[in-house]
């Protein structure tokens, strides 16, 4: 009897350095986690028990302890803890998956080591081609620049289409093995926008479509979200995506051995033109590089996985 009371606190005492020492906060996880992955470790009752606590405090767990000290819960706990980690694990790989198109593979990945990031404004073109380096997160940035198109402001397919072939027939895109463009997600939050908007889509449109047309530029065209690239890097902040130009802001000007994510050799006249150019026109020049180094990123990866395994 004396052995289970001095038992029972040590009991307690390594539960609670164990979640500590877990240095992984699993009170999101745990107040995520779905019915379906809940029954491959609970059965019927306890998964009935879970969310009657769960809805007794709000439909919230607040900390681990407040699962943990339900007594009807008659659970392995450094099961539970350990099966909330791998979860976790899973969701973080799964947040920093990119989806490219089309698809990339380890062979057509081992013969691209250039790319010309390609974005259309309503203003602008902007472009940045960048190289990788024998290092696996080292990149050089070889151009970085916009073009100013002067589109007619009432909308005319012919007009539109020679002025986007005249502007791109500057940019020199065969330096690069592959060319990369967004993919757009377009929202009509005001009808009043929507002329614009449907104007500025079409034009988009006739960009993208340009830029597959084989026998004008002969390069493959790999299509990136934005969202992609924002989660890869870590812009969001909550559900709100931050500054891309404050991201590489920061990035370019403080590139030190503490930043090992990537690692960038920009030219200093690059620079120079990246902070001459209009307030308005530095995010989307921003977004435009982090594409490329997102891909870039992505494709090295592919390289090294087919390396390693063979």
Sequence with gaps: MLFIR??????????????????????????????????????????????????????KFHSLEQFQNEPKLKIDFDQFFDYLLQLKKKNDNQQHRIRIEP????????????????????????????????????????????????????????????????????????????????????RYSNLKLATYVSQLQQIRAIFNTLLHCHPLFERPVYHISGRDVALHLGLFIGNEQSSAEFFLTNLIFNNTENNQMMLLDIDHQLKINYHRTTKGQREPMAQCLLRALTFLQYNNEKKYSSLHSK
């Design 103 to 186: 698809r990339l593979t380890s062979k057509i990945a081992a013969d691209i080591d250039s790319v010309c990031s390609l974005d259309y404004t309503s203003s602008h073109i902007n472009w940045a081609i960048v190289k990788t380096t024998e290092e696996k997160n080292k990149f050089q940035v070889q151009q970085w620049n916009s073009l100013e198109i002067d589109l007619d402001r009432k909308y005319n397919f012919c007009r539109t289409f020679s002025q986007l072939v005249d502007g791109l027939s500057t940019i020199p895109l065969k330096d690069a093995n592959v060319l990369l463009v967004e993919q757009t997600t377009y």
């Design 6 to 59: 001095l038992l029972a606190p040590r009991i307690k005492f390594y539960s609670s350095c164990r979640l500590k020492s877990t240095d992984i906060n699993l009170v999101d996880e745990l107040n995520r986690i779905k019915t379906k992955s809940l029954t491959k470790i609970f059965n019927e009752e306890q998964i009935e028990v879970f969310h009657q606590l769960k809805r007794t405090l709000g439909g």
